[in-house]
């Protein structure tokens, strides 16, 4: 069997190269390997990851999966806090059913996309999605931004990007351009972007224009390792920001000590009439918070720990999914209102089952478009 070498090179090629249709082919992939986590048999074979902190405040994450026909570990490093080198550093090693290696891919973006194609299985609902706020300028960031303009690009009229670096901010502006023109898909050109500096934990110079920003949004990404709330809750909940509805996902905090949501934010979601729609408690019109999985989230989603979200007003995407397919008509009718108009809000710390069920994709789209590396032998 053929061994597959791809780099981070490699990896761009083949998603810069993806346009509408591809991106519901992946979709379509990971729906299936969150089903199978969450209503098939796949969570009791998933061991949790692990993760160690070097003497010098180095990172190390060891993410290990398995599914019908496969195994993989991804090895992530994270650099010290306040460190000159940014970005995270990580390779997945792909395997058949067997533990043969089949392939090892430079992660760095796939870990991104994956990631980001996770918040676009709801975002895809959406009905209004002019007004995007992004918090973040790195890879996530990027990803987000690419695939609601694959997927949304004609419907999406500005995005804010927040950062602490404005320079950064422009640098991602002007890759989401590039990547654009050069596919003809995700077009950018009609979209407004504006940048506003901003730390968490610090108060922008423009504070006022980052919560008209935010409260005045259909769409809010957040990407960013933060320790501290991105925003206070106030700024989602008072009357002009629930004049409107939105959707926001937040994937950037891995750590109980993390957090980019205020937690009070969060509480407002499930406990007061903001959150919309229960898919289990339709009638008292409160809200539910969707996960990636909801042990992950408990061991490690900073904002849901501090917040004391119950298990049962947490939904993984898969047992939405399962729910929203085996629906009949009027209750279909209604979930799919819900994720269109609604306040929906998503979590996300990453399970190893997305990088091995989109790993094998990856490998399996190199081979047809004899991209990277390959070992007749290994």
Known sequence: MAFTVLSDEDVKQLFQNFGPDDVAHMSDVLT??????SVGQEAQYQPHRAAVVRPDGTTGLFMPATMEGGMSVKVVGLPPPHAAASGLRCVLTVCDG???AVGVINA???????????????YRYRRATEKIVVFGAGKQALWHLRLALVLRGGDVKSVTIVNRSEG????LIERLRQMGAARGVGDCSGVEFSVIEAAPGTTPA???GLRAAVEESDVVFCTTPSTERLFPAEWLTSERATAKTRYIAAIGSYKLNMKEI???FLRAVIDTPLGAYAPSQSEKKDGVIFVDSREACFLEAGELVEAKIPAE???EVGEFTDRLRKAGDDEAKGLKEWLANGLVVYKSVGIGIMDLSLGKVILELAGK?????TLAKF
């Open 206 to 208: 423009d504070e006022s």
């Open 369 to 373: 478009h004899k991209v990277g590396t």
């Open 98 to 100: 067997t533990g043969r």
């Open 108 to 122: 760095e973006e796939l870990t991104a996309f994956r990631t980001s194609l996770g918040s676009i299985l709801l």
């Open 313 to 315: 007003k947490i939904v």
């Open 32 to 37: 299936d390997a969150f089903l199978s986590y």
């Open 168 to 171: 950064r901010a422009r640098e």
């Open 262 to 264: 205020d937690p009070d």
